[in-house]
Each structure stands twice: as structure tokens, then as C-alpha cells.
């Protein structure tokens, strides 16, 4: 079954880095789109950085374009979002899930990382 394993999260002042990574098994992470999402208490999940299958198409949120870089190895099967420059507003729940150009998520997701920027 799809397992999607995020880590990486933790407590940044304004202006700090991270390094999130998604190991993923259950499925042939190569064959599909994938995509880094985040979530805030009562808000629905959004997408924030997608990655094209083989890499060669990546898009980003307006909110943090410049700021975050998503990137994957498809021989470990795992995903990352190198994320620059954080704001107290990107102080969310990170997920990994398919998605971008017509891939949905699949149903089942991790337990996410959370990122906290504040001072």
C-alpha cells in the first residue's frame, strides 16, 4: 500500500532554512508527478512546489517562488523541498503526495512535518 513518510520539520526563526524529505514506498514513485502540499488549522491543503516525473518540469506557489526548491531522486524513491528563507506565514504542515498536471493525490497520506517559523 501507498506510504508517504515526511520529516524534516522543526521550530526556525524568520529567515531560516530547512530541508524537508518525503520517503516514499508502496508505489513506483518514478512513474508519477509529485508534489509538496502544507496545510494551517482550518484551512484546506495546499499545493506549494510540483515536480514533473522526470524532473524536467517544476512549478511553485507564488507565495514561495525564489524561496523553496523541490527536487527528487527517483532511485531512492524519496522527495525534498530545500526551503530558504522562511517566513512566519509558511508555518504549516508539510505533506508529500502524486500531484501536478492532472495527477490527484492519492487517498491515503502521511502524518506530514511541521514547520514553525517564528521568533
Known amino acids: 500500500q501507498v506510504q508517504l513518510v515526511e520529516s524534516g520539520g522543526d521550530l526556525v526563526q524568520p529567515g531560516g532554512s530547512l530541508n524537508l524529505s518525503c520517503a516514499a514506498s508502496?508505489?513506483?514513485?518514478?512513474?508519477?508527478?509529485m508534489s509538496w502540499y502544507r496545510q494551517t488549522p482550518g484551512k484546506e491543503r495546499e499545493s506549494v512546489a510540483r515536480i514533473s516525473l522526470g524532473r524536467r518540469t517544476i512549478e511553485y506557489d507564488e507565495s514561495v517562488k525564489g524561496r523553496f526548491t523541490i527536487s527528487r531522486d527517483n532511485a531512492k524513491n524519496t522527495l525534498y523541498l530545500q526551503m530558504n528563507n522562511l517566513k512566519p506565514e509558511d508555518t504549516a504542515v508539510y505533506f508529500c503526495?502524486?500531484?501536478?498536471?492532472?495527477?490527484?493525490?492519492?487517498?491515503?497520506w502521511g502524518r506530514g512535518t511541521q514547520v514553525t517559523v517564528s521568533s
Open positions: 503526495n502524486r500531484g501536478g498536471w492532472n495527477d490527484l493525490p492519492f487517498d491515503s
Open positions: 508502496g508505489f513506483v514513485f518514478g512513474r508519477y508527478h
